[in-house]
């Protein structure tokens, strides 16, 4: 509006969060829409910008589309107000943390630095607090992807590609498809991804032009890359060794490559590796990410409730070492647990299931690990506490989404974390 554009909003819902912020818009000079699309309404403009929930093959979308308005994302219309370079991040899992870790190293190399977009805070609200700031780190799901056209970061990263929003995307090649699109619109700058994901994005994208870093490990030809526990990134045409993995406070190989891709972005933004080295081992993560809760009589309570795939609880295995009692379910996004089958049987004792999902979640575990559904997290808790044993830890990784039972994967991981701290005042220490 600042701008002199005449904007309209249509909102599908109509609950009171929603009559609230209508209530703010219209305050503003805005004309707001609810209970869904209307043709006349929407088809009443020069272009839309589309919310990361609506589905491209929406009826209204379709229709904007055959009359010719163009239908974009919220990262694709902010990116046309931003003089920042754009550091530009996606993949399954791992983003936030990387998006937060490159920014506390660039912040402590003195870079005026911001992270945000699926992070917290949007993309958009970024330019209006700082239009010029320096460097701007940028969560982007696959649903944001979908609908950039000129979207072109200095730095585009595809952290990991591992099945996810089978939900929302009908095959894994539809979601990769809208992952690689970060990738096939940049034709300057950086692109930096896992090796062993050369295949999924396809060699023809990577050969487009732009420069790639590529992260693996000693036995392949990575660019950075970690071998007998230690990160190696390449300064000026050598190695350099930079920290050794035992020396991170986050634990896991999945953190591993996190700090990997942090490092590497950083490099590339001319921060000196003596300042990387001195950041990574301080960085201890993000709430309701492998967040330890509590010990209770030898037992370790973590919130991994931001694991809402299964490849994110398979990871969250992976750096837990001992038995451990899983709590998991909610709402399923039709990633097959059978990926986890093998750590599953290895590592969990019990599994205790919640959420809408769970009846279908625990006949895809038969077979690999005794499961029961108790229905509210609540009961997962007392449950897994009767359960456990000095040594165990009980582990809140849910593999789903959290929005058949609370607002997201924060409210999710509080209650747990509030559960659990009710069963240490009870004086069960």
Same mark, same amino acid.
């Given at each position: 509006?600042?701008?002199?554009?005449?904007?309209?909003?249509?909102?599908?819902?109509?609950?009171?969060?929603?009559?609230?912020?209508?209530?703010?818009?219209?305050?503003?000079?805005?004309?707001?829409?609810?209970?869904?699309?209307?043709?006349?309404?929407?088809?009443?403009?020069?272009?839309?910008?589309?919310?990361?929930?609506?589905?491209?093959?929406?009826?209204?979308?379709?229709?904007?589309?055959?009359?010719?308005?163009?239908?974009?994302?919220?990262?694709?219309?902010?990116?046309?107000?931003?003089?920042?370079?754009?550091?530009?991040?996606?993949?399954?899992?791992?983003?936030?943390?990387?998006?937060?870790?490159?920014?506390?190293?660039?912040?402590?190399?003195?870079?005026?630095?911001?992270?945000?977009?699926?992070?917290?805070?949007?993309?958009?609200?970024?330019?209006?607090?700082?239009?010029?700031?320096?460097?701007?780190?940028?969560?982007?799901?696959?649903?944001?992807?979908?609908?950039?056209?000129?979207?072109?970061?200095?730095?585009?990263?595809?952290?990991?590609?591992?099945?996810?929003?089978?939900?929302?995307?009908?095959?894994?090649?539809?979601?990769?498809?809208?992952?690689?699109?970060?990738?096939?619109?940049?034709?300057?700058?950086?692109?930096?991804?896992?090796?062993?994901?050369?295949? +999924?994005?396809?060699?023809? @994208?990577? !050969?487009?032009?732009?420069?790639?870093? #590529?992260?693996?490990? %000693?036995?392949?030809? /990575?660019?950075?890359?970690?071998?007998?526990?230690?990160?190696?990134?390449?300064?000026?045409?050598?190695?350099?060794?930079?920290?050794?993995?035992?020396?991170?406070?986050?634990?896991?190989?999945?953190?591993?490559?996190?700090?990997?891709?942090?490092?590497?972005?950083?490099?590339?933004?001319?921060?000196?590796?003596?300042?990387?080295?001195?950041?990574?081992?301080?960085?201890?993560?993000?709430?309701?990410?492998?967040?330890?809760?509590?010990?209770?009589?030898?037992?370790?309570?973590?919130?991994?409730?931001?694991?809402?795939?299964?490849?994110?609880?398979?990871?969250?295995?992976?750096?837990?070492?001992?038995?451990?009692?899983?709590?998991?379910?909610?709402?399923?996004?039709?990633?097959?647990?059978?990926?986890?089958?093998?750590?599953?049987?290895?590592?969990? +004792?019990?599994?205790?299931? @919640?959420? !809408?999902?769970?009846?279908?979640?625990? #006949?895809?575990?038969? %077979?690999?690990?005794? /499961?029961?559904?108790?229905?509210?997290?609540?009961?997962?808790?007392?449950?897994?506490?009767?359960?456990?044993?000095?040594?165990?830890?009980?582990?809140?990784?849910?593999?789903?989404?959290?929005?058949?039972?609370?607002?997201?994967?924060?409210?999710?991981?509080?209650?747990?974390?509030?559960?659990?701290?009710?069963?240490?005042?009870?004086?069960?220490?």
């Amino acid at each position: 509006m600042e701008h002199g554009a005449e904007v309209y909003v249509s909102e599908s819902g109509t609950d009171e969060a929603v009559l609230k912020r209508k209530d703010i818009l219209v305050k503003k000079g805005i004309k707001v829409e609810l209970a869904g699309h209307s043709r006349e309404y929407c088809l009443n403009c020069d272009f839309a910008v589309v919310s990361p929930g609506v589905p491209v093959n929406r009826d209204i979308v379709r229709e904007l589309e055959s009359n010719n308005i163009k239908v974009i994302s919220e990262i694709e219309f902010a990116n046309s107000f931003c003089g920042s370079k754009v550091i530009a991040v996606t993949g399954t899992n791992g983003k936030s943390t990387t998006c937060e870790l490159i920014n506390m190293i660039l912040n402590a190399a003195g870079k005026d630095s911001d992270a945000g977009g699926n992070l917290g805070k949007p993309f958009s609200q970024m330019i209006i607090e700082k239009p010029d700031r320096e460097y701007m780190i940028i969560e982007i799901s696959s649903f944001q992807l979908e609908r950039i056209f000129d979207f072109n970061p200095f730095i585009a990263a595809i952290l990991n590609l591992e099945p996810d929003h089978l939900d929302r995307h009908r095959t894994e090649k539809e979601y990769y498809s809208a992952k690689i699109r970060l990738f096939e619109m940049q034709t300057t700058g950086w692109r930096i991804f896992r090796i062993q994901d050369e295949d +999924k994005i396809g060699k023809n @994208i990577i !050969k487009g032009g732009v420069e790639c870093l #590529k992260v693996g490990d %000693g036995l392949t030809k /990575a660019s950075i890359f970690e071998e007998n526990g230690q990160i190696h990134l390449p300064l000026k045409g050598k190695e350099k060794t930079v920290i050794k993995c035992s020396a991170l406070k986050l634990k896991g190989k999945h953190n591993i490559e996190n700090a990997m891709f942090s490092s590497g972005i950083s490099m590339l933004c001319g921060v000196d590796s003596g300042v990387i080295e001195s950041v990574l081992p301080k960085f201890a993560g993000l709430k309701h990410r492998n967040e330890f809760v509590a010990e209770i009589k030898g037992i370790s309570y973590v919130d991994d409730s931001k694991a809402t795939n299964v490849a994110a609880l398979k990871a969250s295995l992976k750096a837990v070492s001992g038995d451990v009692i899983l709590i998991a379910g909610g709402l399923w996004k039709k990633d097959s647990f059978g990926a986890a089958r093998e750590i599953m049987r290895r590592k969990v +004792k019990k599994c205790f299931l @919640i959420g !809408k999902d769970a009846p279908g979640i625990k #006949k895809q575990l038969k %077979g690999v690990c005794s /499961a029961d559904d108790v229905n509210t997290l609540e009961h997962a808790v007392k449950e897994a506490f009767k359960t456990a044993r000095e040594g165990d830890t009980v582990l809140l990784s849910p593999g789903c989404a959290s929005f058949d039972m609370f607002s997201g994967y924060e409210e999710r991981g509080e209650k747990f974390s509030k559960e659990v701290m009710k069963l240490k005042k009870g004086g069960v220490v």
